[in-house]
């Protein structure tokens, strides 16, 4: 009987950004219960899962969960909460105005959840206050990509990293937080032991293990490095006058600037801390190889100057003619399973949905006209930095914060904590019931979680994949997409979000992402437009695609860049003349140490979900410090001891891990403790709250901080 009441659904994994495919496998007669393969037949992970994904059964108990709609701590039916939403967002924007409320949503939403809430706020709210805790992820990646290619578009495939002959992976662990592209690239060394891998990384991590060379660079020093390697290029002749001439500008400007900043190597290593002898042997094995990838992740852009690192970066890329093309290219790697997708519906407060402009007249127009709304924003809102500032001082009054925490992930996030104390209406949509920033919550909803929702999510090689529900919603909980259609039609917007299904947005954000397009021969590069007629049942069984995916191109575009045209005005890439900056607070005899953060390899975000699985938390069972054994001799500091680590933003306690990997002046914390697990585990609440000036990422790689023995 088993057996038949089972049945297996090809759904995907909603931890990283690698978006890997996923087959499960459930019970009807058992309940709720799933057992999780990889599906062979993903093009991004052939069938492989890492130790976050395979654990996905743990995850989906209902005893963590939010179940019904609270206000005021008291449960409610859905129309109450709905109600006094709407009453709430309707009386605070008659009094203060639209821009007034605000939004923060999650690079873990749905593209058609994120589709929606974007439409509720800019189309018909009409404001941009609505920011996405992607910003503190990718944002200066695409600042980055924008400058050069004039849009937010990611040349490359997983299969340029296993053409390539050298990949360079800098402010990436990938083995740990993109572990199956980790492997995919590991196989191709075995494939083909030519293929040589730098790491550049200020810690030793487990992917140095694979590496020919690890730079271990000063941190925050990487703009410098790569105007060197520009500088070295032209020094050596390596550069491709010809694809330069044909399909770039504004070159002699860039390389200027990289001649006056970083013009010998040997004031490059001497300013990054390196030895000249392994700065020029990267230089020298980058000159040589066509084949070149470049991969960068959040210890580029988690900076004060991440967009300049980004464009340096893309900078050597271009010189060389080495993009649009197998085995070459810049590639940024995303944290979140569909950061992607919320950079396509205009997830970002400085963008509009299908990859369009808030600062651009026309852009805006076209997506008012195909909304048929008179009451879309007219300029960018707060980033989220500014956003929770805005909360703090007073003049944001309510805010709609969706399946994200950032009591724990922001930057000095004991300033956030007590902005949401202090605001007059927080609600949060969520599927867990009890996380630091839900608890703060005056109205809670309860939103569907993965293993029952429906919909898209992109990965970071642009890959549109479908995620389908395992199991019906938990207790009263329903999708975002219905909770915020459902409190837009209150406010008297039905016309506009009467959506029957996730198949209607998607249809609808396809239609966008064709609408007047290509006006003057100058294509938007998102056009998903081949999918604006899709039928039911054709969404149902959408195979995973990398966009645009076009009527002319319906099977989709491996590679961006092929023909050496670009999305700028002139078709032409872009240099950017970088000035490299160091982070902006420097340590000092009170805090004498760079704190650095991130991710471990078997806990995701705020561990609201992988720190259900016994089997993950073992991994890594509590906060912890990493510092080199002559900071640890110094300091009084044993091995297993507790330590306080402090900054001007606040403090914590952790466990000492006294090693080498990391370098001496240098602390390493994880990003994933919450009040939740452990009552003074918050890094976030010691990050420094500097952005980047054109991204408005954080810079959550390098906080002054100091540890004594607790
Ligand atoms: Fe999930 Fe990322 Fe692991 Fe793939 S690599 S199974 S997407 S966490």
């Known amino acids: 009987t088993a057996a038949m009441n089972e049945k297996t659904i090809k759904t995907t994994c909603p931890y990283c950004g690698v978006g890997c495919g996923i087959v499960a496998t459930v019970d009807d007669a058992i309940g709720h219960q799933v057992t999780i393969q990889g599906d062979p037949d993903h093009p991004s992970n052939f069938g492989k899962l890492c130790s976050k994904g395979s654990a996905l059964g743990d995850t989906v108990s209902t005893e963590n969960r939010l179940l019904h709609p609270e206000v005021h701590c008291i449960p409610c039916d859905w129309n109450t909460a709905l109600d006094t939403v709407a009453d709430g967002l309707t009386s605070v924007i008659r009094q203060y105005g639209p821009d007034a409320i605000a939004f923060y949503v ?168 390196l030895s000249s002898a392994d700065v020029e042997k990267f230089y020298g094995w980058y000159a040589k190889t066509a084949k070149t990838v470049t991969v960068y992740s959040q210890g580029v852009n988690q900076s004060s100057s991440g967009s300049d690192k980004c464009n340096a970066i893309i900078n050597c890329h271009l010189a060389t003619g080495r993009i649009g093309k197998p085995g070459m290219g810049p590639f940024s790697f995303t944290g979140q399973p569909n950061a992607m997708g919320g950079r396509e ?239 902006v607070n420097k340590p000092d005899p009170n805090y004498p140490f760079t704190l650095n953060t991130g991710r471990l390899r078997d806990q995701w975000h705020t561990m609201t979900r992988t720190g259900l699985s016994a089997k993950l938390n073992a991994h890594k069972p509590e906060p912890f410090v990493e510092i080199h054994p ?3 001799a110094r300091y009084h500091l044993q091995t297993h001891d507790l330590a306080t680590i402090s900054s001007l933003w606040g403090n914590m306690i952790a466990r000492v891990v006294i090693t080498e990997n990391q370098q001496p002046g240098s602390l390493f914390v994880p990003m994933h403790w919450t009040a939740q697990f452990s009552s003074r585990g918050r890094v976030g609440a010691l990050v420094n709250p500097v952005i980047d000036p054109h991204s408005g990422q954080p810079e959550s790689k390098q906080t002054p901080a100091a540890i004594t023995p607790y």
């Open 106 to 273: 999650s690079g873990q939403l749905l593209t058609e959840d994120y589709y929606v809430v974007n439409k509720f706020m800019k189309g018909f709210i009409g404001s941009a206050n609505i920011d996405t805790n992607s910003r503190l992820c990718m944002s200066s990646a695409v600042t980055g990509y924008k400058r050069a290619f004039g849009a937010d578009a990611v040349p490359c495939s997983y299969e340029d990293l296993e053409a390539a002959e050298l990949i360079v992976l800098t402010g990436s662990n990938t083995a740990w937080c993109h572990p199956i592209v980790f492997q995919r690239i590991r196989k191709a060394k075995e494939n083909n032991p030519a293929l040589k891998i730098v790491v550049i990384d200020p810690r030793r991590t487990a992917t140095c293990d694979s590496a020919d060379l690890h730079l271990t660079i000063k941190p925050g020093m990487d703009g410098l490095l790569f105007n060197g390697l520009l500088t070295y290029l032209a020094q050596t002749d390596a550069l491709d006058n010809d694809y330069i001439a044909a399909h770039t500008q504004d070159f002699e400007w860039a390389l200027q600037s990289a001649r006056n900043t970083a013009g010998n190597i040997e004031i490059v290593a001497q300013d990054c801390g």
């Open 345 to 583: 519906v205009g997830g970002l407060a400085n963008t509009l949905a299908a990859h369009m402009e808030l600062d651009n007249p026309e852009h805006i127009d076209r997506v008012a006209r195909f909304w048929q709304t008179d009451r879309i924003a007219t300029r960018p809102g707060l980033k989220a930095v500014e956003l929770f500032d805005a909360i703090d001082a007073g003049t944001i009054k309510a805010v709609w914060i969706i399946a994200t925490n950032p009591v724990v992930t922001l930057p000095d996030a004991d300033k956030v904590k007590n902005a949401l104390k202090r605001c007059n209406l927080v609600i949060v949509s969520d599927c867990i019931k009890n996380t630091d920033t839900v608890d703060l919550a005056h109205i809670r909803l309860p939103a569907a979680g993965w293993s029952e929702k429906a919909g898209t999510v992109t990965n970071m090689e642009r890959r549109i994949s479908r995620q389908r529900p395992l199991f019906p919603f938990s207790g009263l909980a329903k999708p975002d997409w219905w909770i915020i259609s459902q409190v837009a039609a209150r406010m008297g917007f039905k016309h506009a979000f009467d959506y029957r299904s996730s198949a209607d947005i998607f249809r609808e954000h396809a239609a966008l992402s064709g609408f007047e397009n290509n006006l003057e021969g100058q294509p938007r590069d998102f056009d998903i437009s081949a999918f604006a007629d899709l039928t039911e049942d054709a969404y149902d069984r959408l195979q995973p695609v990398q966009w645009p995916v076009t009527k002319k191109n319906p099977n989709g575009t491996e590679r961006l860049f092929t023909d050496g045209k670009f999305y700028t005005a002139s078709r032409k890439a872009r240099f950017i003349a970088i000035r490299p900056r160091a982070p």
């Open 630 to 632: 002559l900071d640890a």
